[in-house]
């Protein structure tokens, strides 16, 4: 059972969400993190209250049906009434033009009658700085403008603009396009536009999915998440976002409503090593020079554990209070106040995301010894804060201790340093950086066991259990049938597993016991049994959890595991990388299938 029944479209500069009834729900203009002129997901002021969506209503409606065209971010939705059916197909255009990335801050939406006479009714309703500004309308015998304080967007239309701007119900004889975008007329009319935008866009996401190196099972569910990351990619920088959308809370009337259209230095690990898995390494380099910018621009040898995808660092958070919340349950956030935590692990993510730039021969600019030397400051600060207190990756912000989960990746910064100058001949850096590598580790395995619990716990002398610990094994810090790492995913699947979900922790945090599990925590899970040799078990494991996506196969950050129901900004990236992961590390060899 998923309420968060929408899908994805874009281009790696901007994206939608669309529901199952062909509302456009939620797209922010200029990229991802900027203003939502549809933002229905979270609400409408109360002066305008059917405000912030962009619909395409059929009369008589009765059900509707939705996919996307294979391997391929091309949306359609099938809308059936007493009268007829109509196709929906939404894309935002992306393809190569002129020797670059074309990838416009335009939606289009083609409207095609299938059977019968269908009526449809369409309602373009943006509005600006987070649903609190009504535009100005002003329009043209083919075009509606919409102006904004900012800027403005125009509609370019081969349907007739009386019927839209009066919201008219017409009967849809003949296909219909729609282009919202950039406040410029088109070179070419409405139809030559959207049928030549989506052959091209199309025509770019299967070649993209052509090249991935995908696993003998699950293969659908590996390349809509594969595509789902790339689209959380903000390609003009190379920054990759946690999820698209703020404020959709973790469970209800929590309050747990976090703005995650930043980018996680942590969470973009992740999706680097999931897309690498795939052989998609062009998003790598991408992120690789984003990395490389934050690490020149860091202060006082201080990381972020979190900036915006333009580089910004001070990510201030407010509340907007005209915007009601997702199914009313606000407040609605904009901002991350985490970009102030001191959050050790980071280090150890940055040096991971970017440790494969010095070894693969396919890239087109490989790192060298500059890069290894700027990224020597990550293992300083690593060693001397790998025993000290963070507010660790779970972002707890009333609350330090020495997480262990933190210790664990500043050890694998000084690790892969030590394998970084290795293999660039710097003998003597290697030398220092296995030392620091060892001493973090003897410090970890003698200070985070619990012999009262049997396991490694969330902190140094604590007592008690975090998902996040089961990363040891993944990053390469402990062999996976060490008996104490074994005993440890024992205790985990007593106290946190609730099925085949799992929770992060066991200890409350700053609002209490949370009430939905984590879903990247049992993607860990899965991995961690398929490591000590229990695959049949994550087999099962992993199964379940794919029943836990929506209709179109995306996932959001938390599932209710008594009710199914998806919880959590959405589309996660974590979760999709689990998705990933689980499929890679399960599946039959090539060999035995074909």
């Not at 529901?19 to 729900?25: C, E, S, W």
């Not at 209250?49 to 939705?66: C, K, N």
């Not at 052959?199 to 998440?225: C, F, G, M, N």
């Not at 690490?295 to 554990?305: C, E, I, K, Y």
Request: hydrophobic share 40%.
């Amino acid at each position: 059972m998923s309420t968060l029944e929408l899908g994805i479209i874009g281009n790696c500069g901007i994206a939608a969400l669309v529901d199952k009834k062909a509302n456009i729900v939620w797209c922010c203009l200029p990229r991802f993190d900027k203003d939502p002129i549809f933002h229905s997901l979270l609400g409408s002021p109360k002066q305008a209250p059917d405000a912030g969506r962009f619909s395409v209503e059929l009369e008589d409606f009765v059900s509707s049906e939705q996919s996307y065209v294979p391997n391929t971010a091309v949306l359609k939705t099938i809308l059936h009434g007493e009268s007829g059916s109509v196709q929906v197909t939404d894309f935002v255009p992306r393809f190569h033009w002129r020797d670059r990335a074309f990838r416009p801050q335009m939606l289009v939406r083609r409207l095609t009658p299938i059977s019968g006479s269908p009526r449809v009714r369409i309602r373009v309703k943006p509005r600006f700085e987070y649903g609190n500004v009504d535009p100005n309308v002003t329009f043209g015998s083919n075009h509606v403008r919409y102006v904004g304080p900012g800027f403005a967007i125009r509609l370019t239309t081969d349907a007739p603009i009386d019927y839209i701007l009066d919201e008219v119900a017409f009967n849809l004889a003949e296909p219909v396009n729609l282009i919202l975008g950039p406040d410029e007329t088109l070179t070419e009319g409405a139809t030559e536009t959207a049928v030549n935008y989506e052959e091209r866009t199309q025509l770019y996401w299967k070649q993209w999915v052509h090249r991935l190196a995908v696993p003998s099972e699950w293969q659908d569910a590996v390349i809509r998440a594969a595509i789902t990351l790339k689209l959380c990619n903000y390609e003009p920088t190379g920054a990759i976002v946690a999820a698209l959308t703020t404020s959709i809370p973790e469970a209800a009337e929590t309050e747990r409503n976090w703005d995650y259209r930043y980018c996680w230095i942590r969470d973009a690990l992740f999706v680097v090593r999931a897309l690498n898995s795939l052989s998609a390494v062009r998003t790598m380099e991408n992120y690789f020079r984003w990395i490389m910018n934050i690490v020149a621009n860091a202060r006082d040898s201080h990381l972020q554990p979190v900036y915006g995808v333009g580089l910004e660092q001070a990510l201030i958070e407010r509340t907007i209070p005209q915007l009601g919340g997702y199914r009313g349950y606000g407040p609605v956030r904009v901002g991350n106040q985490a970009y102030e935590h001191f959050q050790h692990d980071t280090y150890g993510n940055l040096v991971l995301g970017a440790s494969q730039a010095f070894f693969d021969k396919r890239l087109l600019a490989p790192a060298g010894i500059e890069d290894f030397k700027k990224l020597e400051f990550c293992g300083e600060q690593s060693f001397a804060l790998h025993d000290k207190p963070d507010a660790g990756m779970w972002e707890l912000r009333h609350r330090a201790r020495i997480h262990t989960s933190s210790s664990v990746m500043c050890w694998a910064a000084c690790d892969r340093l030590a394998k970084i100058a290795a293999h660039l001949g710097l003998i003597d850096r290697h030398v220092l950086w296995r030392e620091r590598a060892d001493t973090i580790k003897a410090t970890i395995l003698d200070r985070a066991w619990s012999e009262k619990r049997k396991a490694y716990v969330e902190s140094f002398g604590g007592e008690h259990l975090d998902a996040s610990v089961l990363l040891m094994s993944e990053v390469g810090f402990i062999e996976p049938h060490n008996p104490r790492f074994i005993s440890t995913l024992d205790q985990m699947e007593k106290v946190l597993g609730r099925g085949p979900h799992m929770m992060r922790y066991e200890a409350p945090d700053d609002f209490g016991m949370p009430k939905t599990a984590f879903n990247v925590c049992a993607f860990w899970r899965v991995d961690a049994l398929a490591r000590v040799g229990r695959r049949e078990q994550a087999r099962e494991n992993f199964e379940a959890l794919l029943s836990a996506r929506n209709h179109l196969g995306l996932m959001s950050e938390d599932t209710d595991p008594i009710t199914g129901e998806a919880w959590g900004n959405f589309p996660q990236t974590y979760s999709m990388v689990g998705i990933i992961n689980g499929a890679m590390r399960l599946s039959r060899p090539w060999e035995g299938v074909v």
